[in-house]
Nanobody, 116 residues
Framework: QVRLVESGGGLVQAGGSLRLSCTAS????????IDWYRQAPGKQREGVAT???????NYPESVKGRFTISSDNAKNTVYLQMNSLKPEDTAVYYC??????????WGQGTQVTVSS
């Protein structure tokens, strides 16, 4: 079974930057697509970045130009570089994976707090 572990969250002022990491492990893991999501209190979970094994990358307009997703395949790790952070970016950020049998795996999440 696949395990995902996120790290890198913290408290920053508006305009600051953070880099999140998501590391995958488990004998059944085969990288095809990894997603980053976030969820703020009282809000629905929102996708913020996607990367595929073929190199396709997607962002929603809410983070486009500020967030960058990348991968280090040798380390089974995906990164999310977040720049020009805004208070509205405050949320718990989760790494997400779907395997070939459509089973979802989520990390435990890492808290990002952006102050005014």
């Amino acid at each position: 079974q696949v395990r995902l572990v996120e790290s890198g969250g913290g408290l920053v002022q508006a305009g600051g930057s953070l880099r999140l990491s998501c590391t995958a492990s488990g004998s059944t893991f085969r990288f095809n697509r990894i997603d980053w999501y976030r969820q703020a209190p009282g809000k629905q979970r929102e996708g913020v970045a996607t990367i595929t094994i073929g190199g396709t990358i997607n962002y929603p307009e809410s983070v486009k130009g500020r967030f960058t997703i990348s991968s280090d395949n040798a380390k089974n790790t995906v990164y999310l570089q977040m720049n020009s952070l805004k208070p509205e970016d405050t949320a718990v950020y989760y790494c997400h994976y779907i395997d070939g049998r459509f089973h979802n795996t989520w990390g435990q999440g890492t808290q990002v707090t952006v102050s005014s």
